[in-house]
């Protein structure tokens, strides 16, 4: 497992899978579990180009900010993709989705604490 990963699948996930019992109690549990789905390729996608960027930037940092810049836009993009065919091709309830989601990211807080950099 890469090593900037792990904290987040596991803060972000706990998060994801009580958002998912709570949505569960009032029977929207699978579009909460979509928006666990969506939250982890955010977090999986993150810590891949985060790792791609720090390699690129050993031999030329603007290179690896260009990675940092492309991931942004690729993960933009997927994540609108997954939000569209998640809510109108699947025609899961809005609600427990992007509440999974939000509160999944927000996690990410937890895991800047006592960090100098994003990519550490």
Do not use: C, H
Request: charged share 15%; hydrophobic share 55%; aromatic share 10%.
């Amino acid at each position: 497992m890469i090593k900037n990963l792990d904290q987040p699948l596991k803060i972000q996930g706990l998060l994801g899978l009580i958002m998912v019992a709570i949505f569960a109690t009032q029977g929207q549990w699978i579009s909460a579990v979509y928006g666990l789905f969506i939250g982890m390729m955010n977090v999986l996608m993150l810590g891949f180009t985060f790792k791609k960027a720090n390699e690129k930037a050993a031999e030329n940092p603007k290179t690896g900010i260009l990675v940092l810049y492309m991931s942004a836009v690729v993960r933009f993009v997927l994540l609108a993709v997954l939000f569209v065919l998640g809510l109108s091709l699947f025609n899961f309830e809005p609600m427990p989705v992007v509440l999974t989601f939000v509160v999944m990211q927000l996690g990410q807080v937890f895991n800047l604490k006592g960090k100098r950099r994003l990519t550490d």
